[in-house]
């Protein structure tokens, strides 16, 4: 019911082109009733009374039934075509929609390919049946109906007798229905999974390519692909069974018409023509019974798609739209008593974290692997909520604004570059599109970037490549920078940004970076010490507390884990010199 209610909202905004297009079948059905009557007509009368001359408008009025038959029911499945299109295209925004809306935590649990699956196969599903069967299926159905009634009109128990005829067969029909539409749910979740592993094996193509696992990707792909073909054999033998019931109750028909109608022949309750108008009704009737049993598949393909699409609708959402906007932040920062765990995990992640950062002040943030930086980074974000504490940006609770308004004003670049396959101006500008070129050559100065744009043949409009492969890994870095600088931050993030990088380009990006934070709001996650040993307060995380705090000097008088840590990497460094 749920299904039916949500998807008559999507129509509604239609409701004028729908009433069109009803308008336009029903008329097409009315001309569906003359060429039996004419037939009747043509057994009663003409024949028997040899009206040669009236032969002549017989057919006219047979093949101007069928002209404006085809005129108005094209018409409607035109309209019908270009409403479902319309429908389907909102429904898909909606749902991609309402997944850039929801926590982040979804993203980690969700695989992506079931995520693309939905937002493509199951559209392309519901799109073939609202395009193809339902405008086709709403003509079958009214002429039905016209049918129904002209047989009806002409001796009332043949339509009886075959509405009897129609009931017997959609108790079977509906059961089938049923198991299909259950098999075809099962199959599509599978179909999800197998689009899944193709996309994350070809994603991951080096990967495999390094550890030789191409056997094994093939094998796992054959698992799942003959796991779905047995279940579709299955699922297909259903829909036979089911198309075979159509057509033996086609078969049936006229054989009980013609018994029934017969009778009242032999009794004279009706004339020949009458039994032989009844007989040319049957095609028109059972369409629809032949259109569902043959459409069978289709339609219980879409039922579930249809499903698996409106559940994104339902998808919980990060914030709430009308939230307050957050304005033009200073940059004070305070975190207190932060607790958090990620969904479905017992284990907490951060346990009790508290910092206070003053804007312009540049605060580093170190400690062992797992300890907990990055997830402080994303709740700072807003992209995870705490189960405990506060986060206050100027001495608001970040949680009572919309997140987004405070994002717009935080420049973030991590370890992990995300580039478009697109030009690298468009890389540039993906978080302000209308900046200056005399902008955009500024950020590319600070980045560092400059040499390297006037050294490619197209400059500006060089494209990266997919997700910026054609890049080396410091290129995509400055990238990276360089876009965040554009966006005129009022707090930049630096998540490991120079970690990935070789010594040579990452003393190059991080010149670029320190050039960039004196007076700046920054906060800096790095494993190597000596990137945070300016900064004017340093926290080291270790297993989500702060263990020591302080700068650099004085973490290095305590002489505990940041001096550990610290000699330990100094040591590296000199090795790493006298070699
Ligand atoms: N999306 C997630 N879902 C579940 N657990 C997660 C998720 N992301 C991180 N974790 C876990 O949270 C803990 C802290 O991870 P986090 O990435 O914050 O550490 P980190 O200090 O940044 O580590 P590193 O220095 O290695 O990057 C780790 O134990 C990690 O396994």
């Known amino acids: ?19 069109l297009a009803f308008g336009c079948s029903l008329i097409g059905g009315a001309f569906t009733v003359i060429p039996p009557i004419l037939a009747g007509k043509l057994v ?19 093949f101007f039934a069928f002209l404006f038959k085809i005129v108005f029911e094209s018409l409607q499945e035109f309209i019908q ?57 709403i003509q079958q159905v009214v002429s039905a109906v016209a049918a129904f009634i002209a047989v009806f009109a002409l001796y009332w128990p043949v339509a009886i007798v075959m509405f009897a005829v129609f009931a017997i067969y959609l108790y079977p029909s509906f059961k089938l229905g049923r198991t299909m539409r259950k098999m075809s749910a099962v199959q599509r979740d599978m179909s999800a999974d197998i689009y899944h592993h193709l996309q994350e094996s070809i994603e991951s193509t080096r990967l495999v390519r390094t550890f030789q696992t191409q056997n094994r990707e093939v094998q796992t792909q054959d ?33 009980v018409v013609m018994v029934v109608g017969g009778l009242a022949v032999w009794n004279h309750s009706i004339s020949v023509g009458t039994l032989v108008a009844c007989l040319g009704f049957i095609p028109t009737m059972f369409f629809p019974i032949r259109s569902l049993a043959e459409n069978a598949l289709v339609i219980q393909q879409a039922i579930p798609a249809l499903q698996r699409i409106y559940e994104y609708f339902d998808l919980p959402v990060e914030h709430e739209e009308n939230l307050p906007k957050m304005g033009d ?37 170190v400690g062992t692997s797992g300890g907990g930086k ?35 004003q935080v420049g973030v670049v991590s370890q992990e570059t995300f580039l478009l396959n697109n030009t690298l101006r468009m890389n540039l500008l993906y978080g302000r599109k209308n900046a200056t070129q005399n902008e955009l050559e500024r950020a590319c100065e600070a980045a560092g970037l400059t040499d390297f744009i006037a050294a490619l043949p197209e400059g500006y409009e060089t494209i990266v490549g997919e997700r910026g492969l054609k890049l080396s890994g410091g290129q995509r870095q400055r990238v990276a920078l360089a876009r965040a600088i554009l966006r005129h931050p009022a707090l930049l993030i630096f998540d490991e940004a120079t970690s990935s990088l070789d010594g040579e380009t990452e003393e190059r990006v991080q010149s670029a970076l320190e050039s960039l934070i004196p007076g700046r709001t920054t906060i800096t996650i790095a494993h190597r010490l000596v990137t945070v040993r300016d900064a004017d307060k340093i926290l080291l995380l270790d297993k989500g507390v ?15 884990q940041y001096y550990q840590l610290y000699m330990a990497q100094y040591s590296e460094l000199e090795k790493e010199r006298a070699i």
């Open 1 to 19: 019911m749920k299904l039916l209610s949500v998807t008559l909202k999507h129509f509604k905004p239609y409701w004028r082109g729908l009433l």
């Open 374 to 408: 990055s997830t402080l980074i994303q709740l700072l974000l807003g992209l995870y909520e705490p189960e405990k504490g506060r986060i206050e940006i100027d001495q608001q609770n970040l949680f009572a604004y919309n997140r987004n308004s405070f994002r717009q």
């Open 81 to 137: 075509v270009q409403i479902g299109l319309d429908v389907i295209t909102d429904m898909q925004l909606r749902a991609f929609g309402r997944l850039h809306k929801t926590p982040m935590s979804f993203f980690t649990t969700t695989p992506r390919g079931d995520m693309l699956y939905r937002l493509t196969h199951d559209v392309e599903a519901v799109q073939n049946l609202n395009n193809t069967v339902i405008p086709r299926f």
């Open 329 to 365: 932040i200073r940059g004070d920062i305070k975190v207190d008593d932060l607790w958090f765990r990620y969904p479905d995990k017992e284990e907490y992640v951060l346990k009790g974290v508290s910092l206070t950062m003053e804007a312009g002040q540049h605060i580093g943030i």
């Open 546 to 560: 702060v263990a020591e705090e302080g700068t650099h000097d004085e973490l290095l008088s305590l002489k505990g």
């Open 44 to 62: 009663d009368e003409i024949l028997p009374n040899k009206m040669t001359d009236m032969m002549g408008w017989l057919v006219a009025g047979v």
């Open 223 to 255: 698992k799942k692909l003959t796991a779905w073909k047995n279940f579709s054999i299955r699922a297909a033998l259903i829909g036979k069974v089911n198309w075979r019931l159509g057509n033996l109750f086609n078969i049936a028909t006229p054989g």
